[in-house]
């Protein structure tokens, strides 16, 4: 009698166990993805438009446009972007834009393509963010798609 209440017990705290370490696992993989899909938001900016593309073949694809405003500094705007996203230095400033952007892999199959335009308006900054995951498929399973 006293051995099924014992089992009953280790059943029930490894349950317990096992529901709390699911839950603390997918709780961080959610906030992980929340924090990334939401990266390209600089602090206090004005959101003026986002959007998402999905796309499964030839590579499973998520494409993240946004456009922001801000009053902030225009080197502030500029720092904090390049520091963000690792961009470093300016790729190409035409009249009152600039625009800094990389590409790199993040493990395995997965790649980044990151790219933010800052541009300078009468009033504010405006900033045009585009971020793109790219998983790429096996050259075996392209094959069969």
Request: proline fraction near 4%; include cysteine.
């Amino acid at each position: 009698m006293a051995t099924q209440i014992s089992k009953r017990r280790l059943l029930a705290r490894v349950a317990v166990l096992t529901a709390v370490l699911f839950a603390l696992i997918w709780g961080g993989v959610g906030v992980v993805a929340w924090r990334t899909y939401h990266a390209g938001k600089y602090p206090n900016a004005t959101t003026v438009d986002t959007g998402d593309v999905w796309r499964a073949t030839p590579s499973l694809i998520f494409k993240r446009v946004e456009s922001y405003r801000s009053t902030d500094p225009f080197n502030v705007i500029y720092n904090w972007y390049s520091r963000q996203f690792d961009l470093g230095p300016e790729r190409f400033a035409n009249g009152n834009c600039l625009l800094m952007a990389r590409s790199s892999t993040l493990f395995g199959p997965l790649n980044l393509n990151a790219s933010v335009m800052v541009c300078e308006t009468t009033t504010d900054r405006m900033m045009f963010v585009t971020r793109t995951y790219t998983l790429r498929y096996p050259n075996w399973l392209r094959h069969m798609l």
